[in-house]
């Protein structure tokens, strides 16, 4: 790349993934992420659009700077942006294995996957090559999920792999538990299932109400950790261009307050889903981005 130029179909801040060198993530001062689209939506049961999500949250991310002035931080990360999946439009099953192996690679080089959805359903593909990557250890890692939705169905529809069974999917994989923040809509089945298998559960109204509460939480969590969020987790009002849209949500601020409380933990993973802006400038596609960013800062 030349000077002075950009290349918007890839995510700000993101360097040439050409001559990338195999190393270890595995020490902060090497963190370094890869980012991947998902152009799948296609267990979507009502608005469909998250198809186009990859390509909206990258053309929202060059509104931000380089500089976060609230962590008064540069990123100065590496940042690989590797494109979008070759999936297969309505088959879960083929573009979740093209998933899977993409994810394998990204492993293999040392980097940790940072995935823009998509429906919700590809985090289980992102996971399942987690778990199968020797160096992780899937039952050492905590997921923190955030969410208007608890996603916990044992079937949907019939189906065993969806949007709305993803997080009772990634739960059979046995991981050393499950957060969920920002939920506030659930069948009582999967409201039971939560109960039942201890899973943490932080509603909506919790947030408002203990926000303090939760960050003193995340902050003492050990060892690995891989983020799932949905991004209608914030309320319609901020995030309106989402596969399931949901009123009472979370506001930015509170969203920006949770990932930064992650600062100095492990981060092995992180996917963002549900966007399906379809235009340039989209509020919800600002806001996945600027989410996105913040982890980059982290
Ligand atoms: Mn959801």
Redesign the pocket.
Known sequence: MLFYTENVLKFAFSIETSNIDVESSNHDDKKRFSILGVPFDGTTSYMPGARFGPRSVREASYNFERYNLILDKNINTKIYDFGDLEVVPGNFKKTCSNLKTTISEILDLGLIPLTIGGD?SISYCVLKAIDENDELNFQNITIIHF???M?LRNRYMDEKYS?ATVMHRIFDMNPKEIIQIGVRSSSEEEAIFARENNLKVYTSCDVDENLEEIIKFLQKIEGPIYVTF?I?VLDPAFAPSVG?P?PCGLNPKQTEKLIYSLKNKKIVGFDLV?VSSNKIGDITSIHAAKTIYDVLSL
């Open positions: 919700h969410d208007a939705h996603d949007h949905d209608d399931t949901s549900e």
